[in-house]
């Protein structure tokens, strides 16, 4: 399984469940990257979406309490292992869990180089960047016109 995210160097992702910012070239990447493959993804980023499956994927939206018409919804993640090659596409919690669960081999983790100011109230979404310590890094793609960089990382390998 692999992840793709779009943070700043805060470790943010999302704020009252949209992204803080809006990049079209990072956007661009994100839909070449996951094209034709599953995506995962929890409620509140599908809901973040309008409900709305993403075009030419397989949508699998991880959810005990709800249901959607257009997308596979699956109770748990250990069910992904009916979608091998699935790529995690958020939020927070689901990061985690997949990571947690030592599931990712690979994440494509775009940081963008935005300061967000963070108002009294506001839902913040995290991603969890203490999971990093078990990947390194293997590529580097740094775009200045767009203040990011796109950062790929493999699991280490195990001493098991």
């Not at 990049?23 to 599908?46: A, N």
């Not at 949508?59 to 292992?81: H, I, K, P, Q, R």
């Not at 689901?94 to 940081?111: H, K």
Request: glycine share 8%; charged share 30%.
């Amino acid at each position: 399984m692999k992840c793709i995210a779009c943070m700043n160097k805060q470790g943010i992702i999302g704020i009252d469940n949209q992204l803080p910012w809006h990049i079209p070239s990072d956007l661009k990447h994100f839909k070449e990257y996951t094209m034709g493959s599953t995506v995962v993804m929890g409620r509140k980023t599908f809901e973040s979406m309008g409900s709305n499956p993403l075009p030419g994927r397989t949508n699998v939206v991880l959810s005990t309490c709800f249901e959607f018409d257009d997308a596979c919804v699956l109770g748990n993640m250990e069910e992904l292992v009916k979608y091998p090659g699935a790529i995690v596409i958020g939020g927070e919690q689901i990061y985690r869990q997949a990571l947690d669960l030592d599931l990712v081999l690979e994440i494509c983790l775009t940081l963008v180089d935005r300061e967000v100011r963070l108002k009294e109230g506001q839902y913040v979404a995290y991603f969890p960047v203490e999971c990093l310590k078990d990947f390194e890094e293997v590529k580097r793609t740094e775009n200045s016109e767009d203040g990011y960089d796109i950062i790929w990382y493999k699991k280490k390998e195990s001493n098991d």
